[in-house]
């Protein structure tokens, strides 16, 4: 085994010992492709190892603030859902049917996670918007809807899920654009592909 690789392997192990990794961040210890046993880098200079750790390291780590801030839009999300779904649930007492997104919005609670992209966050968003819609369509049916306890309730927590989702949706985006940009600088550009790095899609700024 190459010192290259040895160095690489030494590294990974002592990252073990030291963490409790996830699925999804272990597969950052493997070692990238250039290193791997039989590869024509295999005896890469040693240095140049220590400054792939650092640079992996790096790009990892803003990888991570990415994902947390992306859990967080997740959170925030599904608080709104969880308002919404009241809502509909509230409509069912004066139209005697249940309304027909009340199915699909409580099953797209929860299922924002770090490694989620922004295509998600804005289908379930757009699924929280419909829903919305259909609670005015009814309140237009029936006035008494908007003097209800629990709808003021309710409308009070959604506004206040939004300015809150606004938020996360800005700090996402900050993390992303920092990770972005880190990708696409050299010399770090040269092996991020190589370590498993991708580009992070940013959230639309006009949601929610």
Partial sequence: MSRSLTLWKRRCGAQRNEHELS?????????????????????????????????????????????????Q???RLAACLDAVAALLDLTWDYTARQAPQAETVRSGQGV??????????????????????YVETVAVQYPALRSDAAYIRAMAAIDCGRQMLRSSHQQYNDAAERFNAALRRMPARLIAGLMGFRPRTLLPDDRP
């Fill in 23 to 71: 699925a999804d961040t272990e597969r950052y210890l493997y070692p990238p492709l250039f290193l791997r046993e039989g590869s024509m880098y295999e005896d890469v200079c040693p240095d140049l190892v220590v400054w792939a750790i650092v640079e992996e390291r790096k790009l990892r780590a803003m990888d991570s603030g990415a994902g947390k801030a992306m859990q």
């Fill in 112 to 133: 924002i996670v770090s490694a989620s992209q922004a295509a998600d966050v804005t289908a379930q968003e757009a699924l929280a918007l419909d829903a919305l819609r």
């Fill in 73 to 75: 839009v997740g959170v």
